[in-house]
Structures are given as structure tokens and as C-alpha cells.
């Protein structure tokens, strides 16, 4: 069974930066693109970026693009997504999804737990 | 940039049939995707490529995608039903998603 299980909630201060972690189980880690998404309190998805964990290849959403940096363990089959010079409106919900992309299945599957960012000072 | 657009909330009630649309610029051209969203998880998907359901994923949940509108129908409605649905789908190499629509069953 396919899991994505994704590090601890994390409290940060205005201009520090994040590293969240999301572990892959179930499935060839390498075979797959780790893409990122976040959601605010109380609003919608907001997809940031992904990674290939074979490459090390990525492509950032343009919002995200000076801030953002992802990349892989494959020894330990985990993605990581850092975020530097964090603001107040960062806070949010990081989530890691996988994206299955064959000639006759593509769908974002499945989402890690999430990991609550917080910033504040 | 491309966007989706979708109405904030629908309601329906029990049984009945639930329609979520999601707009965009000749969306029918692309594949569209749906998640379900309940309060403090993760989202789910439901649908993909247009049509296509997750093992998992109750039959009464469908899609379709035709010119600029994506739609999930949920039939005979339940109360477990009642969440934030997503659409989602791709410009270029970047992923795209609707703002959410609350579905609420009364």
C-alpha cells in the first residue's frame, strides 16, 4: 500500500526557513514525481512545486520560484521541501503528493498527512 | 495564468443528486480532476482524467469534462458526503486547482 508520511508540525520565526520531509513507502520512490501543495487556514490548494526524485529534476510555481527548494534522499525514499524567508502568510498546511503519470493513468495520489508551518514572531 | 473557477457552495439534500461545476478556458482539451476535502484530512481523489474513479471510490461518484466546464455528480447523496471538492487540472507543467466548492448535505 502506497504512504506518504510527512515530519512534524514546526514553529518559525519571520525570515527563518523550513525543511519539511515526506517519506515514500509502498511503491519504486523513483518512479514518480513528489509534487507540493499548501493550504492556508481556512482557504483552498495551492500547488507549489514538484520534484523528480530520479533527476533531481524540479519546477516551481512562479510565486514560490526565489523561495522554494526540493529534493530527494533516495537512500531513504524521502522528498523534502524547503521554504526560505518565511512571512506570517506562510502559515499554512504543507502537503506532499505523489503523481502517477503512465500513458494511461495520470492522477495526484495519494497525500501525505500534511505539516503545519507555523510563522509567527 | 490559467485558472478554475468554482461556486463557493452547493447544497442538496439527502439522496438527491449534487452537481459541482468547474470553469475554465476550453477545459474539455485537458484532463480534470476532482478531490474531496474534509475538515482537518487530507485531501482525496475522487475522480481523475475526466471519468475515471479510484478503487475505493463509492460508484455514485462520476465526472464528466466537455468544452469549458467539469463536472462531478454525486447521486443518491449522503450525509458523509458533505466536504470541500477541488477541481484540478494541468497548464503547461503546472498544476492548477479550483478555489473549492462546501458541499453541504441538508
Known amino acids: 500500500q502506497v504512504h506518504l508520511v510527512q515530519s512534524g508540525a514546526e514553529v518559525k520565526k519571520p525570515g527563518a526557513s523550513v525543511k519539511v520531509s515526506c517519506r515514500a513507502s509502498?511503491?519504486?520512490?523513483?518512479?514518480?514525481?513528489m509534487h507540493w501543495v499548501r493550504q492556508a487556514p481556512g482557504q483552498g490548494l495551492e500547488w507549489m512545486g514538484w520534484?523528480?526524485?530520479?533527476?533531481?529534476?524540479?519546477s516551481y510555481a512562479h510565486k514560490f520560484q526565489d523561495r522554494v527548494i526540493m529534493t530527494s534522499d533516495t537512500s531513504i525514499n524521502t522528498a523534502y521541501m524547503e521554504l526560505n524567508r518565511l512571512r506570517s502568510d506562510d502559515t499554512a498546511i504543507y502537503y506532499c503528493?505523489?503523481?502517477?503519470?503512465?500513458?494511461?493513468?495520470?492522477?495526484?495520489?495519494?497525500w501525505g498527512q500534511g505539516t503545519l508551518v507555523t510563522v509567527s514572531s | 495564468s490559467y485558472e478554475l473557477t468554482q461556486p463557493p457552495s452547493v447544497s442538496v439534500s439527502p439522496g438527491q443528486t449534487a452537481s459541482i461545476t468547474c470553469s475554465g478556458d476550453?477545459?474539455?482539451?485537458?484532463?480534470s480532476s476532482w478531490f474531496q476535502q474534509k475538515p482537518g484530512q487530507s485531501p482525496v481523489l475522487v475522480i481523475h482524467?475526466?471519468?475515471k474513479r479510484p478503487s475505493g471510490i463509492p460508484e455514485r461518484f462520476s465526472g464528466s469534462n466537455s468544452e469549458n466546464t467539469a463536472t462531478l455528480t454525486i447521486s443518491e447523496t449522503q450525509s458523509m458526503d458533505e466536504a470541500d471538492y477541488y477541481c484540478?487540472?494541468?497548464?503547461?507543467?503546472?498544476?492548477?486547482f479550483g478555489g473549492g466548492t462546501k458541499l453541504t448535505v441538508l
Open positions: 503528493v505523489r503523481l502517477v503519470n503512465t500513458i494511461d493513468d495520470e492522477r495526484l495520489d495519494p
Open positions: 509502498g511503491y519504486t520512490f523513483t518512479g514518480y514525481n
Open positions: 520534484t523528480n526524485p530520479s533527476s533531481g529534476g524540479t
Open positions: 476550453k477545459l474539455g482539451d485537458r484532463y
Open positions: 482524467q475526466d471519468d
Open positions: 484540478q487540472a494541468w497548464d503547461s507543467r503546472s498544476v492548477v
